[in-house]
Each structure stands twice: as structure tokens, then as C-alpha cells.
């Protein structure tokens, strides 16, 4: 019988939900505005969440480009999160993660065990091909997710919906939001 390795969803339903801002990049060369399907999901996914889409843009497969658009975005105070979709592959167009790691201040290891965890249950070793990745930079999170949007429900349904969920226990991002930019 098969083992379910997720944890029952800890929301706290007596408490209000604080909208998180949250900007989604599609990174490709080919998508365009109508047929931008993981963009798409991710819009639907957070607005349904409760949280506000800050932002919305598609970006070419281009790391200066995809650099400077986060650091727009993370210069701009009404952008709290950001969701990025595609580019984080292995082919040579490839290029999100290396754009996104020259714009992190820290990198959050944790989310790309849990999304390769959560992403093995559901397309099993093929989930080596994916290099997920999240940061922090200029008190603003960066979530890299792949660009299918199979990888793009599972980061989001298994992980961002329940991190970014203020109600979310015993601890969550929305929590330490205040606390990003101390030194």
C-alpha cells in the first residue's frame, strides 16, 4: 500500500488571511499572453488562494532580462513574492536559475527537497530534470518552478499554497515577512 509522505495541511481557519502580493514570470521564448498555460494556473491558483497578483509578465529565456525584471519587481514595495515558471531545465536555453541566484541575498535550501519530494510522487525520478529553486533578495521571495503545469500545481497545491497561507501552522513565510530586512 502505498505511503503518503505529505503532512495533513495545518490552516487555522479561526484566523484571517493576510494576501500576500505575489508577481509571476513565465520564462520562454515561445509562450505568448494566450497561450501562457502555467502563467495561467498560477494566476488562478493564487487569486483562488486569496492573495493579490501583483504583476504578471513573460520573460525570453534570457538571464540579463530575466535578472533585471526580478530586480524590478523586487525594488517595487508592493510585490511581496514572487512566482517564476520555466528556464529551470537543463538544455542550454536554461538560464532562470543562474538569473535568479546572481539576484538572491539567501538561498531557501528546503524548497527544492520538499518540491523534488513532492514532484517524485508524481512523475517519479524524471523530477532529476528539474532545478527548482527559491531565494530571498531586497526582503522579497523568489520561487523558481518549472515551466509545465504539472510542476507548477505541485509547487504550488503542495508547497506555496500552505507557506504563503498566513493561517498556515506551525510557522510559515507570511509570518517572518517583517523580520526580512533586518541586519
Known amino acids: 500500500m502505498p505511503v503518503s509522505l505529505a503532512p495533513a495541511p495545518r490552516i487555522d481557519e479561526t484566523l484571517t488571511l493576510v494576501p500576500v502580493r505575489i508577481a509571476v514570470m513565465t520564462v520562454s521564448d515561445t509562450r505568448t499572453a494566450a497561450d501562457d498555460t502555467s502563467g495561467d494556473v498560477l494566476a488562478a491558483r493564487l487569486t483562488a488562494a486569496g492573495h493579490v497578483l501583483a504583476d504578471r509578465t513573460i520573460v525570453t529565456d534570457d538571464a540579463e532580462l530575466i535578472a533585471a525584471k526580478l530586480r524590478s519587481w523586487i525594488s517595487d514595495p508592493l510585490i511581496d513574492a514572487i ?10 536555453r536554461d538560464v532562470t536559475v543562474e538569473a535568479a541566484r546572481a539576484v538572491f ?7 527544492a527537497a520538499i518540491f523534488h519530494l513532492v514532484s517524485y510522487m508524481t512523475i517519479g525520478t524524471s523530477t532529476l530534470q528539474s532545478r527548482a529553486c527559491a531565494g530571498l533578495a531586497n526582503g522579497t521571495y523568489i520561487f523558481c518552478l518549472p515551466g509545465s503545469t504539472g510542476a507548477v500545481k505541485d509547487g504550488w497545491d503542495h508547497i506555496l499554497r500552505y507557506q504563503l497561507d498566513s493561517r498556515h501552522k506551525p510557522c510559515n513565510f507570511v509570518d517572518i515577512m517583517p523580520r526580512l530586512m533586518e541586519r
Not at 512566482?83 to 542550454?92: E, Y
Not at 541575498?105 to 524548497?111: A, L, P, S
Request: avoid cysteine.
Open 83 to 92: 512566482v517564476t515558471t520555466g528556464g529551470t531545465g537543463l538544455t542550454g
Open 105 to 111: 541575498e539567501k538561498e531557501i535550501d528546503g524548497f
